[in-house]
T-cell receptor, first 114, second 115 residues
Framework: EAGVAQSPRYKIIEKRQSVAFWCNPI?????LYWYQQILGQGPKLLIQ????????DSQLPKDRFSAERLKGVDSTLKIQPAKLEDSAVYLC????????????FGPGTRLTVL | QKEVEQNSGPLSVPEGAIASLNCTYS??????FFWYRQYSGKSPELIMS????GDKEDGRFTAQLNKASQYVSLLIRDSQPSDSATYLC???????????????FGKGTKLSVKP
């Protein structure tokens, strides 16, 4: 079974630029999560999707961050414009259903904002 | 603000010893507790979950939960150099303004097992 796929693995941009990250969850997994992990901290949930609907985006900075999962499979997270403090690893995770506790994480995208 | 607290370490133990990792949480209503292992530069991997007070054993790993004290721990017996990683404690909690229980992670404890 293929795991959670993410791309790109690394991205370097300048502040005020835009960036997008892509995630493809494990096949058949209905629930998809985006986390932000700043160096030295634990992952922080940004948004949770169930199929193509948003279940929880209470911690997503909506003035600059957006995410979509249009067909209920893969997802895109966008930052526009980026700030220095957005430098982090962006992790995508999936689970078979939102009631299932086990989440499988992708390899992450390391973002550096200069 | 619901919080999960861990000692950041590093915790250094000799090979073959018992490593003890601790975590406290602020949300008394939390019902689900997890330990993730994260190797440097890698993504978190679930190693243990616990839902009831007491101990839960899985191989060399034992998770302990005390809801009255809002405390969860992870013991690693016969520690190996391959256990060297950051261990993240996560608690399922309900966010203010959110509709679903979601994971709140601690900052992690870095474990180093010396040969």
């Amino acid at each position: 079974e293929a795991g959670v796929a993410q791309s790109p693995r690394y991205k370097i941009i300048e502040k005020r630029q835009s960036v997008a990250f892509w995630c493809n969850p494990i096949s058949g997994h209905a629930t998809l999560y985006w986390y932000q992990q700043i160096l030295g901290q634990g992952p922080k949930l940004l948004i949770q999707f169930q199929n193509n609907g948003v279940v929880d985006d209470s911690q997503l900075p909506k003035d600059r961050f957006s995410a979509e999962r249009l067909k209920g499979v893969d997802s895109t997270l966008k930052i526009q414009p980026a700030k220095l403090e957005d430098s982090a690893v962006y992790l995508c995770a999936s689970s078979s259903d939102r009631t299932v506790d086990t989440q499988y994480f992708g390899p992450g995208t390391r973002l550096t904002v200069l | 603000q619901k919080e999960v607290e861990q000692n950041s370490g590093p915790l250094s133990v000799p090979e073959g010893a018992i490593a003890s990792l601790n975590c406290t949480y602020s949300d008394r209503g939390s019902q689900s507790f997890f330990w993730y292992r994260q190797y440097s530069g890698k993504s978190p991997e679930l190693i243990m979950s616990i839902y009831s007070n007491g101990d839960k054993e899985d191989g060399r790993f034992t998770a302990q939960l005390n809801k009255a004290s809002q405390y969860v721990s992870l013991l690693i017996r016969d520690s190996q150099p391959s256990d060297s990683a950051t261990y993240l404690c996560a608690v399922k909690s309900f966010m203010v303004g959110g509709s679903q229980g979601n994971l709140i992670f601690g900052k992690g404890t870095k474990l180093s097992v010396k040969p």
